[in-house]
């Protein structure tokens, strides 16, 4: 039996979603989740609860766990929920940005590059997500983080669903505006360039019902 815990499991399957391996209506079966990981049943239901109280998974009666698959309701709550939440938090980050948390949010992107340019485009686009998310961090504001973080969580679902733009997924050309913004310590502009970023990001989904995926557990987590 593997060491890994439920928490490690949740982390491991989350980044999956966010990197598009693992897509929207995808069953979770809690043999096949405990195969692959090499862990008990027990653990994968504690993983399993843990990933539907974050909106990741859903779990149905008498059917099992599924990753979550949002309406095209839910996609456009998604993005109107960002969009009221994260230029004020962009705005408050600039605010408040040294040196240092402008430094780490351009490693960032760098590792965002880096990515691209090994061909891993899943692991490009969970950090063009994550962006989001250490943004709320340099703002300091805890609870916005939370809910912006189960936001991103919710945009990986949405995109692999309805982006109907794949080749230009990972074009981040907002976020080293952002960078800018925050380098200069100017509110004003970080909180317009967010807005922007996200109205392109809508503007680059088509809202309409998607196909159903097939793929398997196994083969997602292999890549």
Same mark, same amino acid.
């Given at each position: ?28 079966? =809690? ?42 309701? =839910? ?10 939440? =994260? ?22 992107? =760098? ?113």
């Amino acid at each position: 039996m593997s060491n890994i815990s439920a928490e490690g499991i949740v982390t491991q399957l989350t980044e999956a979603v966010h990197a598009h391996r693992i897509l929207p209506g995808m069953k979770l079966s =809690e043999d096949e989740v405990a195969e692959v990981f090499g862990v008990s049943r027990t653990i994968v239901r504690q993983a399993l609860r843990a990933l539907s109280h974050d909106g990741l998974v859903s779990i149905e009666r008498n059917r099992g766990a599924f990753v979550s698959k949002p309406s095209v309701k =839910e996609a456009r709550e998604v993005f109107e929920a960002r969009a009221l939440l =994260e230029p004020q938090t962009a705005r408050a980050a600039a605010e408040r940005a040294t040196p240092e948390d402008v430094a780490h949010l351009e490693r960032h992107i =760098e590792d965002e590059h880096a990515a691209l340019a090994a061909g891993d485009a899943g692991r490009a686009l969970m950090l063009s997500g994550l962006f989001h998310v250490e943004i709320a961090r340099v703002a300091d504001q805890k609870t916005i983080e939370t809910f912006i973080q189960q936001l991103i969580s919710r945009s990986s679902l949405v995109i692999a669903l309805y982006w109907q733009r794949r080749s230009a997924l990972c074009e981040s050309h907002a976020h080293h505006a952002l960078l800018d913004a925050f380098r200069q310590n100017d509110p004003d502009r970080a909180e317009e360039v967010m807005k922007g970023h996200l109205v392109d990001l809508v503007s680059q989904l088509n809202l309409r019902e998607p196909p159903t995926e097939t793929r398997s557990l196994k083969e997602a987590l292999r890549g």
